[in-house]
């Protein structure tokens, strides 16, 4: 007991400091102890976040890496339409640009990269060659089977050589609507009853689409009479973005007045009839209407 009493009391806190240490190590997983510097007692911390990022980019193939670099940014596909960039740089297909186009200027908005938000329009997106270039050579995969080639080639394969690609029978004109992959053709037409049908069966399926072909021809027919006019005058209107004075503002578009055939001429447009939010809708259509604002 003496023994104990003669002990400094920086000895005992020290002791008791260890034993808690001892106890706090206990509790410490295996995985962060094996980290752990045995000459110096500290803690090698993991590594950051962005440094595993990278390595693990570098394990994918050069190719997977190219494309992900030369991807759309905004659908992120590898798209073999033409390819515009903003000023700064960043890449889209013509598919999604002019979609983005539309859809801000449905919205009566400032169009911008997605990315940076800079302004984009017609003028100041250029399109880029070498990227469009770099593109046909990547190999691609086949929209309808599993075969790759080049994007050069994938056009080709997939409307003249894949077995898979979609086609229609040989009677299409005689009313058989059968569609399916190229392979099935062949025993479709072993199996095809329209070559076997008599005239007068034949004749009601060619009348009615005789009657979708004549209305189509007389469409054609009149735009015709009206370019063969003798006073045609042409004029390049721009549709400008309004609202209506109502307490809910709906969008339409209208032009400036124009000279055409001694009068003064107006054109008023609207999308999918005044629907509300028609920048948020798949399907979209176009309705205008000429007013004549001269007497």
Not at 205 to 233: F, G, V
Request: net charge negative.
């Amino acid at each position: 007991m003496a023994e104990v009493l003669r002990t400094p009391l920086s000895n005992v806190l020290e002791l008791n400091d260890s034993v808690e240490v001892a106890e706090t190590v206990s509790g410490i997983p295996e995985k962060i102890f094996s980290k752990m510097d045995s000459t110096t007692g500290d803690i090698e911390e993991p590594p950051l976040k962005k440094l595993r990022s990278i390595t693990d980019d570098r394990s994918h193939s050069l190719e997977d890496r190219i494309k992900s670099i030369l991807s759309c940014c905004i659908c992120l596909n590898l798209s073999t339409l033409p390819m515009l960039q903003c000023a700064n740089g960043h890449l889209m297909c013509t598919s999604c640009f002019y979609h983005l186009f539309a859809d801000c200027k449905l919205k009566d908005q400032q169009t911008s990269c997605p990315n940076c938000r800079c302004e984009i329009s017609k003028k100041d997106c250029t399109r880029n060659l070498a990227v469009e270039k770099v593109i046909l050579e990547l190999p691609m995969v086949c929209a309808y089977c599993s075969h790759t080639c080049s994007g050069r080639e994938i056009k080709y394969h997939e409307s003249e050589t894949c077995s898979k690609r979609p086609t229609i029978c040989e009677y299409f004109l005689l009313g058989c609507d059968w569609t399916g992959p190229f392979h099935c053709l062949a025993s479709h037409m072993t199996s095809c009853e329209y070559p076997k049908k008599t005239g007068q069966q034949l004749l009601d399926t060619i009348r009615i689409r005789k009657q979708t072909y004549d209305a189509e021809k007389k469409c054609l027919e009149i735009a015709l009479d009206l370019l063969s006019l003798n006073e045609i005058e042409v004029n390049d209107l721009v549709l400008k973005p309004m609202r209506t004075d109502d307490f809910t503002a709906q969008l339409y578009f209208e032009t400036t007045r124009f000279e055409a055939l001694e009068h003064a001429w107006k054109v008023r447009a609207c999308i999918n009839d005044n629907e509300p939010n028609p920048h948020a809708t798949v399907t979209r259509w176009l309705s205008y209407q000429l007013a004549l604002k001269s007497n």
